[in-house]
């Protein structure tokens, strides 16, 4: 009888493991509930804390009075600026480089000044939750308010060109004469897009457990990078970062909105270590719409001119967006397209307008998610002045190289991805005649986009042991935000090692464990995955060592140059021996090694080659032509994005960022009011997402793709690929439906239901 867990171990050392579609490893955890998240945690003498927020959003506090909510039951403290430990001053509203933008102080309580709505003026700290929720209710605070700017579009006159954009990319870039070249076009289009404020809304809500030991603390947070937070927490409490431990294995999304710390973090510190407890700070809903970060509104004018055959000749892309006045962020959102298409002539800037709200911060795809909703739907109206079809006008206007760069590409599958996917879709169906398609009273549209994301890999470092039973352990402060980082790690050790992937247990989520760039820019998988492979190879080099001099080995005096590591053994020509039999004979306390990747941006491929993942979306709308109600029938997906380390979870991210361009494209708003400066809907019920009844059947197709520039495993950055163009498919294949053409998003029934054609029963 064959032993059929034996053999299936067997086939899957075998056959590899990356690349191969494994379930979850921490989905059991998930499933049964024992995977702690933040909140979760529970030490003894915990107490809790409640955030009470400014009234106003400009001016200063002219008399708080605690009086009665330090009397109330249960009550342990009443903090504000009166009383907050000292801090650090928040500092310009530029950092001189752009790491310090994630490592700067950012204290809490210390000023009388009110910089935004809804910015914290006092912390109670009481035995329980209800507790410290009650008596904030009773603090009464008085402000001097002041008049503030809450106005985009009013103040687009008073924009100003920031030094650079995210991630330090330059603000502007010029090739050639665009103006002459747009004059002269015969064929050009000139639009402008708005795009709303945005929330990310992640399912777990921010949350700290702050905790001391003598002049020690440990923070479990919900953290995407824990070098960051730790490196925050320790500036703004002004004590080394060594004696901040950052503990977070487990995160209910992030999207962005957990690169750094928030109040709910620096308060449980500041309050843990005046009381000397324990402290567990939650964000509400509500609070979180304020203080823990938002895509900023934006205006961008997109100009496209072409000769008369549809190959363009010049692309402008101008974005003004919404800053804070007290720390600026500019999203790179025009970036994208100085890689995008071939012109002779090009222009991309980025303007300012900075308004009396908090900052903005990194959202899912920042850049390409709000530039390509604007850009890609410029390219459809630029396809139907043209009388070509989109696709079409896309492959004209391949570029040879990187257009602005002058350098090769890695590799770029764009063309692939479009033509494969109209293979699929069944493209050819679409009447390219708006309002045409019909089923019943339903208009059917058809639309697509192209996507582009840079590839990026941030420098990191893992630790693996094995140990005489041949298990195998890998440490990395990497995070897992619910993309897969578990099961990846897991497959990658497995594979560069021969074991099975019952063999290994990989922990992450804590700063003690070697340090990695985190989960965020897509870079994760390659980053921390690319420092544990090359950390599993220095493994394997120090058992090869030992086997070949140590008396007590079966491979003693072999030729390691013809070693290998597969179904649990190593082989050394003819010889071969179990790699736990081996570690046992050999070294009883087991092996260890680190191993490391430098950031990409360091490297000499990273310069010598354009990096980019790419994909096409389709979707396919009904528009009811009574009532205007949209409706996604299906969406496609395929993308070439270098080696996919495993299909299955792979899928979801990009199913993910596909849901995400649906919202985007059809519901996802938050309103300021542009009197008083705060946001109107501040909950899930008001701050409409896609839910299941919104999604339609998805495909997603990944075309072979190995990027031997990208990195050791050939991978690229995937996760917030499935974002970029998606919501701008949704909107073209809304105009294909209509002929009605919404360049304000989100594109709802009072902008479209008026110019919808009238149609007889």
């Known amino acids: 009888m064959t032993d059929t867990k034996t053999s299936n171990r067997s086939r899957e050392t075998r056959s590899g493991v990356i690349g191969r579609p494994f379930d979850r490893i921490d989905g059991p955890l998930k499933v049964r509930g024992d995977a702690t998240y933040a909140y979760e945690n529970t030490l003894e003498g915990t107490a809790f804390g409640y955030i009470l927020g400014a009234a106003v959003a400009k001016g200063r506090i002219a008399e708080i009075d605690t009086a009665e909510a330090e009397r109330a039951p249960a009550v342990l403290l009443v903090m504000t600026h009166r009383n907050a430990p000292a801090q650090p001053d928040f500092g310009p509203a530029v950092t001189p480089t752009v790491p310090e933008v994630f490592t700067r102080a950012r204290p809490a309580l210390s000023s009388e000044r009110v910089r935004y709505y809804d910015e914290p003026v006092a912390l109670v700290v009481a035995e329980t939750f209800e507790a410290a929720r009650a008596a904030a209710g009773l603090i009464k605070v008085r402000y001097d308010e002041e008049p503030g700017l809450y106005d985009l579009p009013g103040h687009v006159a008073d924009a100003y060109a920031p030094k650079r954009t995210n991630a330090g990319f330059e603000t502007d870039s010029v090739i050639g004469d665009f103006e002459s070249a747009f004059a002269a076009a015969p064929v050009k289009v000139d639009v402008t897009y708005r795009t709303p404020f945005e929330h990310h809304n992640p399912m777990e809500p921010h949350a700290t457990l702050a905790a001391w030991s003598g002049n020690e603390l440990t923070i479990h947070t919900s953290a995407q990078t824990l070098a960051n937070f730790r490196a925050g927490v320790a500036s703004t409490l002004r004590i080394p970062p060594e004696r901040v431990r950052i503990v977070s294995p487990f ?58 055959d549809g190959r363009l000749t010049g692309i402008a892309h101008d974005v003004w967006s919404a800053t804070s006045s007290f720390e600026e962020y500019c999203e790179q959102t025009a970036v994208f397209a100085r890689s995008l298409y071939a012109a002779p002539n090009r222009v991309t800037r980025h303007r300012l307008v900075p308004l009396d709200i908090n900052r903005g911060e990194w959202m899912r795809s920042p850049g390409e998610a709000p530039g390509m909703l604007a850009f890609e739907c410029a390219m459809d109206e630029l396809a139907e002045r043209l009388g070509l079809d989109p696709i079409e006008l896309r492959i004209r206007n391949e570029p040879a190289q990187d257009p602005e760069r002058g350098v090769p590409f890695s590799t770029r599958n764009l063309v692939a991805c479009m033509e494969e996917g109209a293979r699929r879709f069944g493209w050819e169906r679409r009447n390219p005649t708006p309002g045409r398609a019909r089923d019943g009273r339903k208009l059917i549209g058809y639309g697509m986009a192209a996507a582009i994301r840079p590839n990026y890999i941030g420098a990191a470092t893992a630790r693996v042991a094995i140990d005489q039973n041949g298990r195998v352990t890998a440490r990395l402060d990497m995070t897992d935000i619910g993309t897969g980082s578990y099961t990846i790690l897991t497959q990658i050790a497995a594979d560069s090692l021969g074991l099975p992937i019952s063999s290994i247990k990989v922990e992450l989520g804590d700063s003690r464990f070697p340090r990695t760039a985190g989960s965020g820019g897509s870079w994760g998988a390659a980053s921390a995955g690319s420092a544990l492979h090359n950390a599993c190879n220095a493994l394997k080099q120090r058992i090869f060592e030992a086997a070949q001099s140590s008396e007590a080995s079966p491979l003693r005096g072999a030729n390691a140059t013809e070693a290998s590591f597969a179904d649990g053994e190593v082989r050394i020509g003819q010889r071969s021996v179990s790699l736990a039999d081996l570690v046992r004979r050999i070294a009883p306390d087991g092996f260890e090694a680190e191993g490391s990747v430098a950031a990409g941006a360091a490297t000499e491929s990273y310069k010598a080659y354009s990096q980019h993942s790419y994909g096409a979306h389709f979707a396919e709308v009904a528009v009811d032509c009574d009532t205007g109600e949209i409706r996604m029938r299906r969406m496609l997906a395929v993308m070439g994005a270098g080696r996919i380390l495993n299909p299955k979870t792979a899928r979801s991210q990009i199913i993910g960022g596909m849901t995400w361009g649906i919202g985007a494209a059809l519901m996802e708003e938050t309103v300021l009011d542009r009197r008083y400066g705060h946001f109107v809907n501040h909950d899930l019920a008001e701050y409409h997402v896609p839910i299941n009844g919104d999604v339609p059947e998805m495909e997603v197709v990944f075309l072979e793709e190995h990027d031997d520039k990208a990195n050791p495993l050939g991978a690229k950055g995937l996760g917030e690929l499935g974002v970029c163009g998606a919501g701008a498919a949704v909107a073209n294949a809304i105009y294909n439906a209509t002929g009605v053409r919404v360049r304000e998003f989100p594109i709802t029934l009072d902008k479209l239901l008026p110019a919808l054609p009238v149609i007889a029963i």
């Open 251 to 308: 995160i209910g999304g992030g999207f962005g909105s957990k690169l750094i710390a928030h109040a709910d973090t620096i308060l449980a510190a500041l309050a843990a270590r005046v009381l000397q407890r324990p402290v567990k700070i939650a964000l509400t809903r509500q609070q979180m719409f304020a203080n823990a970060g938002h895509r900023a509104e934006m205006i961008q004018q997109v100009r496209l001119g072409t000769d008369t």
